[in-house]
């Protein structure tokens, strides 16, 4: 443990800049933000943290973190409230920063390793940009139970400080590739035997009917039962129609009321969790 309490420190300014995805580039670590992350990440994946940062009350706060930590043998410094908040205005007592995975073979191996491990539910994020939209459907798949999440090419960089805050520690929870185009990982999934579901308003199936016959639907209809990828599109225009001819099937949420939609993360949830209540 060591103290810091100088807001014009150089590990102070180095901190800061990986908000911006040109640092986070350049060191190869990312920024955690807030006590549920960095617990989850010091809890999980504690071989990837590099240092945490607490302020003296938060140190006090949040013992389990300071244990953790300290069980994991990682660095961890006390900061006055003047220094975290130059750190991240976003803290609230609490960061850490950590190593970005590995580039290893790139994604499309990431991903072949992925699915090697047989997941029963994936969800596929194509195009999608809003940082908050794509750490809540990681968020929602973590607690719906799917072992993989997917971002496509030109989605969200996930290591944004907004995505990690987003996904509340789910980041650290499960699998998440980022950096492959839709038709390939379209194949891939199909190629593992996962069944690829878009889920789009101009469905030609009803979510609550493929529930009704989870488990014996008939010839030509899905079965959510069966091992499954839900895709989901962009948040202003949703999906393509080249993105849903990908699909074995499009699938629509009922609207029963006035709404005119759904949002991303909403749909999402309800969709991931129809999956998981039909294979369970």
Not at 133 to 147: E, F, P, Q, S, T
Not at 195 to 218: I, K, M, N, R, Y
Not at 245 to 271: K, Y
Request: hydrophobic share 45%; charged share 20%; net charge negative.
């Amino acid at each position: 443990m060591t103290e810091i309490t100088s807001t014009r420190s150089d590990r102070v300014k180095m901190v800061r800049s990986l908000s911006g995805r040109p640092a986070r580039s350049r060191t190869g670590r990312f920024l955690v933000e807030g006590p549920q992350g960095v617990r989850e990440a010091v809890r999980h994946r504690p071989e990837a943290v590099r240092d945490v940062y607490l302020t003296a009350e938060s140190r006090d706060r949040y013992r389990e973190i300071v244990a953790d930590a300290e069980a994991a043998r990682v660095y961890f410094h006390v900061t006055t409230p003047e220094v975290i908040e130059a750190m991240s205005p976003d803290s609230q007592g609490v960061l850490a920063v950590l190593d970005l995975p590995a580039p290893g073979d790139g994604p499309e191996a990431a991903l072949d390793a992925a699915l090697a491990r047989a997941p029963r539910l994936v969800a596929v994020l194509s195009n999608v940009r809003d940082p908050g939209n794509a750490g809540a459907v990681i968020r929602a798949a973590d607690a719906a139970g799917a072992d993989l999440v997917v971002l496509t090419t030109n989605s969200v960089d996930i290591h944004s400080p907004k995505v990690v805050r987003s996904t509340a520690g789910s980041l650290f929870h499960l699998p998440v590739v980022t950096g492959v185009p839709l038709d390939q990982v379209v194949a891939a999934l199909s190629a593992h035997g996962l069944q690829t579901l878009a889920a789009d308003g101009v469905g030609t199936h009803d979510l609550d009917e493929l529930l009704d016959v989870a488990g014996s639907a008939p010839e030509g209809v899905p079965d959510l039962a069966a091992h499954s990828a839900w895709v989901f599109g962009n948040e202003a225009w949703g999906l393509t129609e080249d993105e849903r001819g990908l699909a074995d099937a499009v699938v629509r949420v009922p609207i029963r009321g006035l709404a005119e939609s759904l949002n991303l993360a909403t749909a999402a949830t309800v969709c991931l969790y129809a999956s998981s209540r039909a294979q369970r």
